[in-house]
């Protein structure tokens, strides 16, 4: 066992403190690498706050993980020392069950993924993230990073990146598709980096107008306030493809009619409330009313290669390991543009 360097929370009410874990022995096809760079996802901040069910603390948080490989088992035919990888939302899946074997590990049901912190790993021992020193994982659920992509720029698109990206393939956003993106934070930047690259047209809703330089320069094409009541009335029936990036319970009819027959309106937040939606709007024009979450391995590594072709990046501000609490702060007061990524320098040793 390996003792590392990390920050971690101990209850829902204090803050992330440093401390040390133990990572485990390089085994037959493992990749153990020195982490360089972790951002930061709200998901990170409702499991230490135990806003999803109290979590097996103490928990070090961080799912979006880049750094370089420094040893590797005997069997390990992917990855060799001095590799660029990261690690996203998950380290392992029963890889036996039909969304296993179709490369949708992100969908296991049997039990379902293993995520990369605050489950419990095939040796029974709790998993612990990114905002630490080093980390051992399975082949197989390593990501290479390609060497046009930054690694500090890399770490956020191993969530936000593939949870925007997913949706948008699987709908088939590009030339001649219209995509509205519903929040400009830090899913809602990427989607909108993303979808224009892929050639659609881009609309951004937002509540107000004060992103609205940034929206632009980001890749829309349009940018609306859902606030103003006639935006609803400009936009009914325009769009192929609307991506809901906010937790907040919105009026869902209220999007539901911004779609043309045949939309689709994919969840991607996860709000407190149940949500109610009339039955005439998704009938009427056959629209439908649909979830994402992340994507599988494969999925996310040609999500990797894509943003690496295109120069799509994260816009991020790096931070040390000791801003994490203020920047919880900032995540929950939207005081980020538009993703904190921390550098682990001081962790590592």
């Keep these: 066992m390996t003792t590392v360097s990390a920050y971690a929370a101990t209850s829902a009410t204090e803050p992330l403190t440093k401390t040390t874990i133990t990572r485990r022995n390089v085994g037959p096809h493992d990749v153990a690498f020195d982490i360089h760079f972790a951002g930061i996802c709200h998901s990170d901040i409702h499991t230490v706050k135990s806003e999803w069910g109290t979590p097996n603390y103490p928990v070090v948080p961080g799912h979006e993980i880049a750094g370089v490989v420094t040893e590797v088992g005997p069997d390990v035919t992917k990855f060799k020392v001095g590799d660029r990888v990261g690690v996203g939302c998950f380290v392992d899946s029963c890889r036996e069950c039909p969304s296993c074997r179709a490369g949708e590990e992100q969908y296991c049901t049997n039990p379902g993924m293993v995520g990369t912190y605050n489950a419990i790993g095939r040796d029974g021992e709790p998993t612990q993230g990114g905002y630490s020193g ?80 940034d929206g632009l320069r980001l890749g829309a094409d349009e940018y609306y306030a859902t606030s103003d009541p006639t935006t609803f009335e400009t936009l009914a029936g325009s769009f192929d493809l609307i991506l809901n990036t906010v937790s907040a319970n919105l009026d869902l009819n ?28 998704l009938v009427s024009a056959r629209r439908r009313l649909a979830g994402s979450m992340i994507g599988g391995i494969a999925e996310t590594q040609e999500m990797l290669n894509f943003c690496a072709e295109r120069d799509v990046r994260p816009e991020i501000e790096l931070i040390t390991p000791d801003y994490i609490n203020e920047a919880y702060q900032r995540v929950l007061a939207s005081d980020v543009r538009y993703r904190f990524v921390i550098d682990t320098e001081s962790l590592r040793g």
């Design 254 to 281: 209220a999007y539901l009619g911004l779609l043309k027959p045949d939309g689709t309106l994919v969840e991607l937040g996860m709000p407190e409330h149940p949500m109610t939606l009339s039955a005439p709007l």
């Design 134 to 213: 080093a980390i051992v994982v399975d082949e197989n659920y390593v990501l290479s990073i390609p060497d046009s992509l930054p690694l500090d720029a890399a770490a956020p698109l191993l969530c936000a990146g593939i949870t925007l990206y997913s949706p948008l393939r699987h709908w088939n956003a590009g030339p001649g598709t219209s995509v509205a993106v519903v929040g400009l934070g830090g899913l809602g930047h990427m989607g909108v980096k993303l979808a224009h690259a892929m050639g659609a047209k881009v609309t951004v809703l937002s509540q107000s107008l004060k992103k609205m330089e």
